[in-house]
T-cell receptor
Framework: EAGVAQSPRYKIIEKRQSVAFWCNPI?????LYWYQQILGQGPKLLIQ????????DSQLPKDRFSAERLKGVDSTLKIQPAKLEDSAVYLC?????????FGPGTRLTVL | GQQVMQIPQYQHVQEGEDFTTYCNSS?????IQWYKQRPGGHPVFLIQ?????EVKKQKRLTFQFGEAKKNSSLHITATQTTDVGTYFC????????????FGKGTKLSVIP
């Protein structure tokens, strides 16, 4: 069974630039999550989708972050403009029931 | 909002020693999950506990959920070098809720 795919794996940008991350969940998983994991901390939920609808985006900094899940499959997370404190690993996860399957993440460095 | 705290933050053990990490929630949980993240890797699901006082075992790993459903622990017997990584607890509140609040994790180092 293929796992959660994410791209790119690494991204280096300068502050105020824009960046987008892509996630392809496990086939058949209706729920998709985006997490931000800062070095030395646990993953922090940014947004949760159920199919193509948003379940929870209460911790998403909506002035600069946006996410969509068109057709209820793939998802993209965008940051515009990026700040230094956005440097982190962005993890995508999907679930069918309760167990969450994480992708390899995208390591973002903002200079 | 819900907070999940984990202690200790770091633990260094000699191979063969036991290891325990503790997790406490500021609110009553409907369930708690445990994940392991190897260095440079992503979190991998270990187990979910749902019932008050529940105890589950996976080989050398023992997981407990407190009677009040506000705390949990993971105990590893006779650690091995393959146990190295960060162990996260993640709590969920509300029936049917799959949204998780992760603790900061306990980073386990095993000295051969």
């Amino acid at each position: 069974e293929a796992g959660v795919a994410q791209s790119p794996r690494y991204k280096i940008i300068e502050k105020r630039q824009s960046v987008a991350f892509w996630c392809n969940p496990i086939s058949g998983h209706a729920t998709l999550y985006w997490y931000q994991q800062i070095l030395g901390q646990g993953p922090k939920l940014l947004i949760q989708f159920q199919n193509n609808g948003v379940v929870d985006d209460s911790q998403l900094p909506k002035d600069r972050f946006s996410a969509e899940r068109l057709k209820g499959v793939d998802s993209t997370l965008k940051i515009q403009p990026a700040k230094l404190e956005d440097s982190a690993v962005y993890l995508c996860a999907s679930s069918f029931y309760n167990e969450q399957f994480f992708g390899p993440g995208t390591r973002l460095t903002v200079l | 909002g819900q907070q999940v705290m984990q202690i200790p933050q770091y633990q260094h053990v000699q191979e063969g020693e036991d290891f325990t990490t503790y997790c406490n929630s500021s609110t009553t949980l409907s369930n708690i999950q445990w994940y392991k993240q190897r260095p440079g890797g992503h979190p991998v699901f270990l187990i979910q506990l749902v019932k008050s006082g529940e105890v589950k075992k996976q080989k050398r790993l023992t997981f407990q959920f407190g009677e009040a459903k506000k705390n949990s622990s993971l105990h590893i017997t006779a650690t091995q070098t393959t146990d190295v990584g960060t162990y996260f607890c993640a709590g969920s509140s509300g029936a049917g809720s799959y949204q998780l609040t992760f603790g900061k994790g306990t980073k386990l180092s095993v000295i051969p």
